[in-house]
């Protein structure tokens, strides 16, 4: 019998709004990814992401800043839950500690509770996000082709890299670690602000995508994923574009002093969405990187019209050819501290070679 797993999404929010989601799933936990495995070991382990035992109607108690909250999960097995600390936050931290436990449920016989304690329990202990009060800005970025090579605009490639590749092997845009960690830390280096990832990836590649960040170097911030709905909406464009918009009014809506600045890239509906989200939000974006990843030119016509769109709202949107021009560009609007720079190049440098 396989065991229980928790699976939590790092939650986020703002003093008084919380968003706080995961899943719950029957099934034996993946083994962590090495360098080099062989392709079997990878498509074994992505099969087994989307061969998933979902777990509904279950009742996860979520314990965090002292409180206690409850939801269920649906039919899906996730479950999520919008909460109100209502204290008074420490001012200088930005990730606090929330545990999830399953109620009147026990692990299989054979199968121990956190750090081999021996207990039946199924409890996962995880981390949730929110912005200090000093954080100058957020940064809202995409993931496939921003920061991860997918392919995107090629499905044969896309199911290649997705299936038999792993963390250790999937690679990065050169430079986009060092560039990351310049936005988070800013123009001063004692700040932090807030990163957060969206996607209309599953949520069946979280663990791997969490991976991928740590071992790249990647600040870590929530990633906001999709469900994975095997219908005639799930490869459409409106389907893509309808999520990566509701997350990203969900992310302005728990910040709404916070000004924000947005990555993306050409292959897809980025410059689209952000087009519409620096029309909705005056005075909330600084500024808008989009990585140009499409060969055609009707497409850089296309993001170039958009530009003019975002320049009408006083919006800087770059089409850029890559990290560095997005850095520099960043340092000289003061988003990043110049210092960095040199860093960002060399880490493009290293990711290249």
Do not use: C
């Amino acid at each position: 019998m396989k065991p229980y797993q928790i699976i939590y999404f790092r939650g986020f929010g703002s003093p008084h709004a919380v968003w706080i989601t995961g899943r719950v799933l029957k099934q034996n936990e993946l083994a962590s990814p090495v360098d080099r495995a062989p392709f079997w070991e990878n498509l074994s382990a992505t099969v087994s992401r989307f061969l998933t035992s979902e777990v509904g109607g279950i009742t996860v108690r979520i314990e965090t800043f002292g409180q206690v909250f409850r939801t269920v999960t649906d039919k899906d097995g996730f479950f999520s839950i919008t909460i109100d600390p209502n204290i008074d936050l420490p001012a200088s931290r930005a990730w606090f500690p929330v545990r999830y436990v399953l109620e009147g449920v026990e692990q299989p016989e054979g199968f121990d509770g956190p750090s081999g304690s021996g207990t039946r329990e199924v409890v996962k202990d995880g981390q949730l996000m929110i912005a200090p009060a000093y954080s100058q800005f957020g940064v809202i970025s995409d993931i496939d082709d921003t920061v991860l090579v997918t392919g995107a605009t090629n499905i044969w490639q896309t199911l290649k890299l997705t299936f038999l590749e792993n963390a250790f092997t999937r690679l990065p845009f050169a430079g986009v670690s060092a560039f990351y960690r310049a936005l988070q830390s800013g123009a001063v280096t004692t700040l932090f602000n807030p990163i957060y990832f969206v996607s209309s990836s599953p949520w069946n590649i979280y663990d791997l995508l969490i991976d991928f960040f740590r071992i790249q170097g990647i600040p870590k911030g929530p990633l906001l994923l999709r469900n994975l709905e095997l219908n005639a909406d799930l490869l459409s464009s409106q389907s893509h574009h309808t999520h990566k918009r509701t997350m990203i009014d969900k992310i302005l809506a728990v910040n709404p002093d916070l000004p924000f600045v947005l990555l993306g890239d050409s292959g897809q509906q980025d410059p689209e969405i952000y087009a519409d989200v620096i029309q909705a939000n005056p005075g909330r974006i600084k500024a808008t990187y989009i990585r140009d990843v499409s060969p055609e030119d009707r497409r850089d016509e296309d993001v170039r019209k958009l530009i003019q769109v975002a320049a009408t709202y006083s919006v800087p949107m770059l089409l850029v050819p890559d990290t560095v021009a997005a850095a520099e560009h960043a340092a000289s609007i003061g988003l990043i501290d110049p210092d960095t720079l040199p860093e960002i190049r060399a880490d493009r440098q290293a990711d290249k070679s």
